[in-house]
């Protein structure tokens, strides 16, 4: 059983700078290029070279990759990136550039190794009323500043009854680097994943140009920023669309023993029409029924739910949602025993909540705060998501969560699979998905110990291996490869288009390092 570190949060950091400030010293001390040119007078004075500020800016929420940069910017105007950007491309070494927003990433890919950590929250000082996000209730949209969160989008919207209509599980991550991989949750089989949903942004370019672009103005780089995991542009601003917003929503849990029929229901409910979200997740019996993530269960149901658990080993456990408000409060438990009508999950095992709308979308943000108060947040994180297709999630389900994580009996973190359709997705953009109508969202969120979360990554990699055996043509979700020919095989027929997308708008390729697409160091 993985163990969990009790250590600290300001203790991690305090350690973590405490053993960089040699290496730190030995960068300040040497008289190679790049260091004369980050501490030129052109944008010395943004740069920040304290050495907590350099400790924070080189790790994220993974707590697995440290990349130390020369310098933070934390800029006050889209300006002071314009300018850095334009400088690094005149230096005869120009040095990484990695915009850096909630740092959710979990293996380094918002790090920039000897190169410019740009903290984009910073950014917030730029908006005289300090809020960077405009909501035009005529055209159903919002304007949003790349640094802002999502939470913050949500309680804004809000105010003029509206709100986006594609979200991800965790809202406290920032619109920029959400956009710049793709933004997935259970709205996604109906409303596409969020990318899907921008109508326009401003894009600050690798060569340093200020674009405004959309699918009409300035085509290519529109369609190459969103899901280009930061190769191409820093988004400052992106124009969401926005929807009526629900008061509340009926959440509905039931549980399964067979995954074959799991799937089945899952991929019936995204074909009917009615449901507005979808996920699918599995209980272990080496794990309580509730984790940090969604403590949806009674104690009483709980019990029930473990004592099931000791008889199959695996469950398989849908959720679904049907939103409502004032207008359809008399119909909506109606609706939602038409939905639940023929689904084939075990009797007498379905549970349903009535919660806000808001408390539902921002349902991971209490298992982070008690796991912060508790002091487990701040542990790796292993992480593996994929994207299966729906022609191979059997083989998934026997050769992975069967035979590798149950028998192993490694992984603590919530374990998600479910469908969404691949109509959704507009593939002239940057992210890519299997070649198949239907694929599923598999989330493995492996929380470990400074001891041995090794371990759980050596289980990424035989999973990774497995589907590599059985001829799984699965694709990385917040993709980490340690070889360009990986990454050459992740885009496929897409890897040309990149590479020209990429001379285009960063010729010299100094945007997100730590993506290592183009550098493997």
Same mark, same amino acid.
């Given at each position: 059983?993985?163990?969990? $570190?009790?250590?600290?949060?300001?203790?991690?950091?305090?350690?973590?700078?405490?053993?960089?400030?040699?290496?730190?010293?030995?960068?300040?001390?040497?008289?190679?290029?790049?260091?004369?040119?980050?501490?030129?007078?052109?944008?010395?004075?943004?740069?920040?070279?304290?050495?907590?500020?350099?400790?924070?800016?080189?790790?994220?929420?993974?707590?697995?990759?440290?990349?130390?940069?020369?310098?933070?910017?934390?800029?006050?105007?889209?300006?002071?990136?314009?300018?850095?950007?334009?400088?690094?491309?005149?230096?005869?070494?120009?040095?990484?550039?990695?915009?850096?927003?909630?740092? !959710?990433?979990?293996?380094?890919?918002?790090?920039?190794?000897?190169?410019?950590?740009?903290?984009?929250?910073?950014? +917030?000082?730029?908006?005289?009323?300090?809020?960077?996000?405009?909501?035009?209730?005529?055209?159903?949209?919002?304007?949003?500043?790349? #640094?802002?969160? &999502?939470?913050?989008?949500?309680? =804004?919207?809000?105010?003029?009854?509206?709100?986006?209509?594609?979200?991800?599980?965790?809202?406290?991550?920032?619109?920029?680097?959400?956009? *710049?991989?793709?933004?997935?949750?259970?709205?996604?089989?109906?409303?596409?994943?969020?990318?899907?949903?921008?109508?326009?942004?401003?894009?600050?370019?690798?060569?340093?140009?200020?674009?405004? $672009?959309?699918?009409?103005?300035? *085509?290519?780089?529109?369609?190459?920023?969103?899901?280009?995991?930061?190769?191409?542009?820093?988004?400052?601003?992106?124009?969401?669309?926005?929807?009526?917003?629900?008061?509340?929503?009926?959440?509905?849990?039931?549980?399964?023993?067979?995954?074959?029929?799991?799937?089945?229901?899952?991929? !019936?409910?995204?074909?009917?029409?009615?449901?507005?979200?979808?996920?699918?997740?599995?209980?272990?019996?080496?794990?309580?029924?509730?984790?940090?993530?969604?403590?949806?269960?009674?104690?009483?149901?709980?019990?029930?739910?473990? *004592?099931?658990?000791?008889?199959?080993?695996?469950?398989? $456990?849908?959720?679904?949602?049907?939103?409502?408000?004032?207008?359809?409060?008399?119909?909506?438990?109606?609706?939602?025993?038409?939905?639940?009508?023929?689904?084939?999950?075990?009797?007498? @095992? =379905?549970?349903?909540?009535?919660?806000?709308?808001?408390?539902?979308?921002?349902?991971?943000?209490?298992? #982070?705060?008690?796991?912060?108060?508790?002091?487990? &947040?701040?542990?790796?994180?292993?992480?593996?998501?994929?994207?299966?297709?729906?022609?191979?999630?059997?083989? @998934?389900?026997?050769?992975?969560?069967?035979?590798?994580?149950?028998?192993?009996?490694?992984? !603590?973190?919530?374990?998600?699979?479910?469908?969404?359709?691949?109509?959704?997705?507009?593939?002239?953009? *940057?992210?890519?998905?299997?070649?198949?109508?239907?694929?599923? $969202?598999?989330?493995?969120?492996?929380?470990?110990?400074?001891?041995?979360?090794?371990?759980?990554?050596?289980?990424?990699?035989?999973?990774?291996?497995?589907?590599?055996?059985?001829?799984?043509?699965?694709?990385?979700?917040?993709?980490?490869? +340690?070889?360009?020919?990986?990454?050459?095989? !992740?885009?496929?027929?897409? &890897?040309?288009?990149?590479?020209?997308?990429?001379?285009?708008?960063?010729?010299?390729?100094?945007?997100?390092?730590?993506?290592?697409?183009?550098?493997?160091?």
């Amino acid at each position: 059983m993985a163990s969990r $570190c009790l250590i600290p949060a300001h203790f991690i950091v305090f350690f973590i700078v405490s053993r960089l400030m040699s290496i730190i010293g030995k960068l300040r001390r040497s008289n190679n290029s790049l260091a004369s040119e980050i501490h030129s007078p052109v944008i010395g004075s943004k740069l920040c070279y304290d050495l907590e500020a350099i400790g924070l800016a080189s790790t994220d929420y993974g707590n697995i990759v440290q990349e130390i940069p020369s310098a933070v910017l934390y800029p006050t105007s889209i300006a002071d990136i314009i300018k850095l950007i334009k400088f690094s491309n005149i230096c005869p070494h120009p040095f990484n550039v990695a915009a850096q927003g909630h740092g !959710h990433s979990v293996r380094g890919q918002a790090m920039a190794h000897k190169g410019v950590v740009v903290k984009m929250p910073s950014l +917030k000082k730029y908006y005289e009323n300090g809020n960077g996000i405009r909501v035009s209730t005529s055209g159903n949209y919002a304007d949003v500043g790349g #640094e802002q969160l &999502w939470i913050d989008v949500l309680n =804004t919207t809000l105010e003029h009854g509206l709100a986006p209509v594609s979200w991800t599980d965790y809202l406290y991550l920032t619109v920029g680097g959400t956009l *710049s991989n793709a933004g997935i949750s259970g709205q996604t089989f109906l409303y596409g994943p969020q990318i899907s949903n921008v109508l326009e942004m401003d894009v600050i370019t690798g060569k340093g140009d200020f674009m405004t $672009c959309s699918k009409d103005k300035n *085509s290519e780089l529109f369609y190459a920023v969103l899901g280009g995991l930061g190769q191409f542009g820093i988004i400052t601003r992106a124009r969401i669309f926005l929807a009526k917003a629900p008061k509340r929503v009926k959440w509905m849990r039931m549980l399964y023993s067979d995954f074959s029929i799991f799937t089945r229901d899952q991929e !019936h409910l995204i074909s009917i029409e009615g449901l507005e979200y979808l996920e699918g997740s599995l209980m272990m019996d080496y794990t309580p029924a509730n984790n940090w993530r969604s403590s949806f269960f009674s104690p009483s149901n709980e019990s029930l739910i473990t *004592s099931l658990l000791k008889k199959h080993g695996i469950l398989y $456990c849908l959720d679904m949602v049907k939103y409502y408000d004032d207008e359809t409060i008399k119909s909506v438990d109606k609706e939602v025993e038409l939905l639940q009508e023929g689904l084939s999950y075990i009797p007498g @095992f =379905t549970f349903t909540r009535d919660e806000t709308y808001v408390d539902f979308l921002n349902r991971v943000r209490r298992g #982070e705060l008690s796991l912060k108060s508790k002091g487990l &947040w701040d542990v790796p994180h292993p992480w593996l998501n994929l994207f299966v297709p729906k022609s191979h999630i059997m083989d @998934f389900n026997d050769g992975v969560f069967v035979d590798i994580i149950h028998r192993q009996k490694k992984s !603590h973190g919530p374990l998600l699979v479910y469908p969404t359709t691949k109509t959704k997705w507009d593939d002239r953009m *940057s992210a890519v998905t299997p070649d198949e109508d239907i694929f599923y $969202c598999v989330g493995l969120l492996h929380s470990g110990s400074f001891d041995d979360w090794q371990d759980l990554d050596n289980q990424n990699n035989e999973i990774l291996e497995f589907c590599d055996r059985a001829g799984i043509k699965m694709k990385q979700y917040l993709p980490h490869y +340690k070889s360009k020919e990986d990454w050459i095989k !992740h885009f496929g027929s897409k &890897w040309n288009t990149f590479l020209e997308r990429k001379a285009q708008f960063d010729p010299r390729m100094i945007l997100s390092p730590g993506q290592k697409i183009f550098n493997s160091v």
